[in-house]
Nanobody, 117 residues
């Protein structure tokens, strides 16, 4: 089993910054993909950013240039630096761990990010 523990959500004004962190523990397969998804009320969960264990990153168009994902393979952790936040970034953000090799998908419990206008 794998556990993902997130931290760093909160309330921020438009234009502000937040940093989310996620630490994974348990039976972690490598190579893997770690990243962040988000879900707003009434909407489907959507990709925010991912990073492979080899360092390849992928961003949603809506956050590209404002958010930066980074990871520490030795610590099995991933972080998301969010700058220039907008009200439309308000959502529950979920940490993700997976791999393309076989079914292996784990999610954190979610952390709320609220951007006030």
């Amino acid at each position: 089993q794998v556990q993902l523990v997130e931290s760093g959500g909160g309330l921020v004004d438009t234009g502000g910054s937040l940093r989310l962190s996620c630490a994974a523990s348990g039976s972690i397969f490598s190579p893997n993909i770690m990243g962040w998804y988000r879900q707003s009320p009434g909407k489907q969960r959507e990709l925010v950013a991912t990073c492979t264990s080899g360092g390849t990153t992928n961003y949603a168009d809506s956050v590209s240039g404002r958010f930066t994902i980074s990871r520490d393979n030795a610590r099995n952790s991933v972080s998301l630096q969010m700058n220039s936040l907008k009200p439309e970034d308000t959502a529950v953000y979920y940490c993700y761990l997976g791999t393309n090799w076989f079914p292996y998908d784990y999610w954190g419990q979610g952390t709320q990010v609220t951007v006030s206008s």
